[in-house]
């Protein structure tokens, strides 16, 4: 078994299109707009074509779960975390505590919004900026 990670591999190519906010938005948490993705795509102030693009490093040891009081995001197999919404009381800690700010938060639910790694933001990236990357569990659990 592998353990699929997102991955900027081509970031020069960014043309701010926000089509893979989008797509996260719509395929996977069916909203309109691109609010709730679990990727961030931001502009350079004052740097013409130059974009910062924030995803999920799947930390095997997560400071967003540390950080949070209630137990709501749990680490996942592999990495990363996983949100169980109903012990989430939007205090924000998690997203406060991601040492790359890649956690991003819903303002409608205010709760975070942890990647689940579908690889749809990959699917809909016109310039294949993004990319799944698969490695063997047992080389996932030594990270």
Known sequence: MSIKYLRVINRDQCIGCFSCMYACSRMVRNSAGSGKAALRVKGYA?????FSIRVCARCADPDCAKACPTGALTPAPGGGVRLKKDLCISCGACVKACAISALQWDEEEKQPIPCIFCGQCVK????????????????????
Request: with cysteine; charged share 30%.
């Open 46 to 50: 004052g740097v013409e074509g130059a």
């Open 124 to 143: 809909y990236c016109p310039n294949d900026v993004l990319a799944m990357q698969e490695i063997p569990e047992k080389e996932a659990d030594q990270r």
